[in-house]
Nanobody, 125 residues
């Protein structure tokens, strides 16, 4: 059974940093893009970042460029999201995802086949 499990969320103040982890199990994700999305109450799920298997192709959403860094450790089957200079508008449930469908944009949730349960990040002002 494939599982993606996020961890590392919490309550922080504006300007703080936080690192999220996504531990994958049940299969190897060779060839999979892995990504982070977030969803705030009443809003659509938003693309945050994505990374390919070899970590040489990385994408970021405009709202997080320069503040967030995505990485993955394939030996540990784990992906990370280092978040810095956090803002109240970063408050959301953060989801990790994995997928291979190259016919769909990397920015679209439907590209991804597997999803974690989400971890809450709350940034106070």
């Amino acid at each position: 059974q494939v599982q993606l499990v996020e961890s590392g969320g919490g309550l922080v103040q504006a300007g703080d940093s936080l690192r999220l982890s996504c531990a994958a199990s049940g299969r190897t994700f060779y060839g999979y893009y892995m990504g982070w999305f977030r969803q705030a109450p009443g809003k659509e799920r938003e693309f945050v970042a994505a990374i390919n298997w070899s970590s040489n192709s990385i994408y970021y959403g405009d709202s997080v460029k320069g503040r967030f860094t995505i990485s993955r450790d394939n030996a540990k089957n784990t992906m990370y999201l280092q978040m810095s200079s956090l803002k109240p508008e970063d408050t959301a449930v953060y989801y990790c995802a994995a997928g291979t469908n190259r016919m769909i944009s990397i920015y679209q949730p439907r590209r991804y086949d597997y999803w974690g349960q989400g971890t809450q990040v709350t940034v106070s002002s």
